[in-house]
């Protein structure tokens, strides 16, 4: 089976069919690198990278730790994921959180729970007055729908407390 020009599994065939061993040799690498590239893709879209998962969830907060967001980087258009604000302010009294930026252009609010005692538009964003515990905690769970494409940057902010900037990219 072998000779002096090495194995003959890899010399350039006319019978039965013509082959082309060196091009074959090409193609064979340039699908172990297609498969490669697939079972990548598929690892990152498990942990989170066209939604919900490690490499998606985001915990941010503004400098001084009176304002938190919990969200999700990545979403899919059409698709819902949860995102909740926390405030930390004056024990048993409202405390406003103001939306802005790119957020309600990209973003539908599904639902907002606890429901905020007072709600206004403001520019291209929205206000919201929001009832603190005992202890000088707020926090708003929001369900957000993607309707938008590509890269949206939004900010929360409190008065009196250094706001949190973030980004959201919604994929098709």
């Not at 090409?26 to 498969?35: A, D, L, S, Y």
């Not at 973003?107 to 905020?116: D, H, M, Y």
Request: aromatic share 10%.
């Amino acid at each position: 089976m072998n000779d002096e020009s090495g194995h003959t599994d890899y010399r350039n065939r006319d019978y039965p069919v013509r082959e082309d061993m060196a091009y074959q040799v090409k193609v064979w690498r340039f699908e172990r690198w297609g498969w490669y590239t697939l079972v990548l893709l598929v690892v990152l879209a498990l942990l989170g990278l066209f939604s919900r998962g490690p490499l998606s969830t985001r915990d941010v907060q503004g400098g001084d730790g009176k304002v938190r967001v919990q969200y999700e980087l990545f979403h899919r258009n059409g698709s819902t994921n949860p995102m909740q604000l926390s405030v930390i302010g004056t024990p048993d009294a409202m405390v406003e959180l103001e939306l802005s930026g790119a957020m309600l252009d990209g973003f539908s609010i599904e639902s907002l729970q606890p429901e905020p005692i007072r709600a206004v538009s403001a520019g291209e964003g929205m206000k919201l007055w929001v009832q603190t515990d005992a202890q000088g905690r707020a926090n708003l769970h929001l369900t957000l729908r993607g309707d938008g494409l590509g890269l949206f940057h939004s900010r929360i902010a409190s008065p009196g407390a250094t706001a949190v900037d973030f980004d959201q990219f919604i994929f098709p």
